[in-house]
Every structure is written in C-alpha cells, then in structure tokens.
C-alpha cells in the first residue's frame, strides 16, 4: 500500500478522529475545518467516479456529469482494478447501509 510510507502515529490521529464521527452533519463539520473546499470537492469527485466506473459507465459520461479529468478518472480505475479495494469496500457499503435512499428522501 502506498500509504504505509505515511503510517504513523500522526495518521493514525487522524483517522481514529475521522472515526469518532457520528454523523454527516459531524462530518460536515470536521471537514471544514482540517481541509479546503478544493480538497474536499476533489474527494468527493472521485468517489463519484468510482460509482460511475462501477456502473460501467463511459470516460465521455463520466467526464460530462462529474467534470473530472480523464487523468482522474483513469487514476480511480486503476485502483479499482489494481488498488485495495478501498472504493469496492465503502461503495459496498454505502449499497447495503441504504444510505442511498436516505439522500434521495432530503
């Protein structure tokens, strides 16, 4: 994993306090204060581009609903084909917690 080059005690602060979140109005919240909104828009980008990549959908349709880059969208691909499987796991998730439906009821 890449990231072991960063593992340490100051990430691992980071994500036990990303864990003691308790909900999207925490996180909301959170997020705000120890990243910009460039970052933040670029998270959430991408992991908008791994549903759509999931779901089979076109470079073109990806890069029209999403506004990413095609550099983006084939750096989301290849961790989903060849990453670990972080995207696979949440996005599971986020299927099976039905937290879907909830934001199509806001």
Do not use: H, P, W
């Not at 990430?11 to 933040?40: G, K």
């Amino acid at each position: 994993m890449q990231i072991d080059k960063l593992r340490g005690e100051q990430l691992d602060q980071l994500f036990d306090a990303i864990l003691t979140l308790q909900d999207r109005e925490e996180c909301y919240r959170y997020f705000d204060d120890i990243a910009t909104m460039s970052e933040i828009q670029s998270f959430a980008q991408r992991l908008q581009v791994a549903k759509m990549l999931r779901e089979g959908r076109t470079y073109q349709a990806i890069v029209q609903e999403s506004s990413a880059s095609t550099t983006t969208i084939s750096r989301v691909k290849r961790c989903l084909n060849y990453g670990n499987d972080g995207y696979q796991m949440v996005l599971d998730r986020i299927d099976n917690s039905g937290l879907k439906d909830k934001e199509k009821g806001k």
